[in-house]
């Protein structure tokens, strides 16, 4: 018989009066027992470059492994690996098995850079988009995009001329320590220009009477808060940084 198995053996020589059974205990190994040398999780949410690396000892003969019920082989490190719970199974000479599972986790996806812009917006005005990473963090590879087919890889890109078509939600992407990060998102409006026409047009005032002028805003969005008189008459207006100033005729201008 072969080492470690068993069975009955049966002499029948002629020196022999009868039969002689031979019977071959099978050994007794120690219980395989499976450590885990090291296991490293994915570097980034989603890959499959885990690593697990195990050791065993007891059994009977030489030990070989296996991961995931795939074919069994020396080797005791196992790479490749995505976020999951391993099963490792080592196996001896005479077949028996120990198995030992080892979970891989994947780290959380980073948070995206945090946009900023400058404010208010108007038609003409030029849009300057920045994107901020967290303090002690690497953020490379940026990827935005935006209304009106706008994309860009810089960082902080700038959209010159904007008009009200730029208005609408603005996404930005990046890695962040090399991984990539979820998207983030930012509603910009851009608003309209208002509009003004003086009302009389053309005003007529006898010399040492008033007459009230109406600026007559239109347009834009929300209320009006700035107006601005400006020409050779502004001087005889009661208060040019008001919709409706009093004119004192004092003769002619614009």
Request: glycine share 14%; net charge negative.
């Amino acid at each position: 018989f072969a080492d470690g198995e068993t069975g009955t053996w049966t002499d029948l020589g002629c020196a022999v009066d009868g039969p002689v059974v031979l019977n071959v205990p099978a050994p007794t190994p120690a219980p395989i027992f499976i450590t885990v040398v090291s296991s490293t999780d994915p570097s980034c949410n989603g890959d499959s470059d885990g690593i697990i690396q195990v050791s065993a000892t007891g059994g009977y003969g030489a030990l070989q492994y296996s991961i995931n019920g795939g074919p069994y082989g020396a080797l005791t490190t196992f790479t490749g690996l995505p976020a999951a719970t391993h099963t490792i199974s080592v196996i001896d000479e005479i077949g028996c098995v120990q198995t030992l599972d080892v979970p891989l986790t994947d780290p959380a996806i980073p948070a995206p850079p945090t946009i900023g812009f400058n404010t208010p917006l108007c038609v003409g005005d030029d849009l300057n988009l920045t994107a901020t990473a967290g303090g002690g963090v690497t953020a490379t590879n940026f990827s935005w995009s935006g209304p009106n087919g706008f994309t860009s890889t810089l960082q902080n890109p700038t959209i010159t001329n904007i008009t009200t078509a730029n208005s609408g939600t603005y996404s930005i992407s990046a890695d962040i320590n090399g991984c990539p990060s979820s998207t983030g998102t930012l509603d910009i409006t851009v608003r309209p220009n208002p509009s003004a026409s003086i009302i009389p047009d053309p005003a007529s005032v006898c010399d040492g009477s008033s007459i009230t002028l109406d600026g007559n805003p239109s347009g834009g969005t929300g209320t009006y808060v700035v107006h601005d008189w400006t020409g050779a008459g502004s001087g005889n207006l009661d208060d040019p940084a008001i919709q409706t100033p009093d004119f004192t005729g004092a003769g002619t201008g614009t």
